[in-house]
């Protein structure tokens, strides 16, 4: 175990249904990041934030909305998704002294 | 921006044999090169990682080498295993500011065969 918690770890979702992903960290990092891994694609950088503030957005459709309440806490809000929008979404965190990534186990989400 | 690319897409060995997994990178400033290893079904995780100010790192049956002119990095596996077995990802990224916008390449299925 990394220390990172994904909630759910599966989730099937209509395209007009409203969900959101949970990711939390106790291990004192203080950046957090969702990535997205499709089939055949590599894993895409979606969102940064490093203490609290969104640092990185890499031309990620709307749908799909962030929130990091506090340190220790990533959320992703799900809204009027695409079937093309299923994949494994992984949570991620880092220190701030150290570059490694530490990911959580991610939620596979279908998308019907 | 950061642009990996990773070969080769998949490889199969012999138990006991040599693997090795190739990246190139774009960005002349990035100083970070992790691996990690994905198998089935689980989180990505990490290996092993080099830093830019050093050309070789050594962890047991693992070793990464590092050509900044070239802008490329390698990842060998010596007397490979069955639980070898797995998907590898090579990274590279600029570490600023507290945190890392680790960039991917496309992966490597590797299968060990006893």
């Known amino acids: 175990e990394t220390g990172v918690t994904q909630t759910p770890r599966h989730l099937v979702m209509g395209m007009t249904n409203k969900k959101s992903l949970k990711c939390e960290q106790h291990?004192?990092?203080?950046?957090m990041y969702w990535y997205k891994q499709s089939a055949k694609k590599p894993l895409e950088l979606m969102f940064v934030y490093s203490l609290e503030e969104r640092v990185e957005n890499n031309s990620v459709p709307s749908r799909f909305s962030p929130e990091c309440p506090n340190s220790s806490h990533l959320f992703l809000h799900l809204h009027t998704l695409q079937p093309e929008d299923s994949a494994l979404y992984l949570c991620?965190?880092?220190?701030?002294?150290?570059?490694?990534?530490?990911f959580g186990s991610g939620t596979q989400l279908s998308v019907l | 921006g950061e642009n990996v690319e990773q070969h080769p897409s998949t490889l199969s060995v012999q138990e006991g044999d040599s693997a090795v997994i190739k990246c190139t990178y774009s960005d002349s400033a990035s100083n970070y090169f992790p691996w990690y290893k994905q198998e089935l079904g689980k989180r990505p995780q990490l290996i092993i990682d080099i830093r830019s100010n050093v050309g070789e790192k050594k962890d047991q049956r693992i070793a990464v080498t590092l050509n900044k002119t070239a802008k490329h990095f390698s990842l060998h596996i010596t007397e490979t295993q069955p639980e070898d077995s797995a998907v590898y990802f090579c990274a590279a990224t600029l570490v600023s500011g507290g945190y890392n916008k680790l960039i991917f390449g496309a992966g490597t299925r590797l299968a060990v065969h006893p």
């Open positions: 291990l004192g990092h203080n950046a």
């Open positions: 991620a965190s880092s220190p701030w002294s150290d570059e490694k990534l530490f």
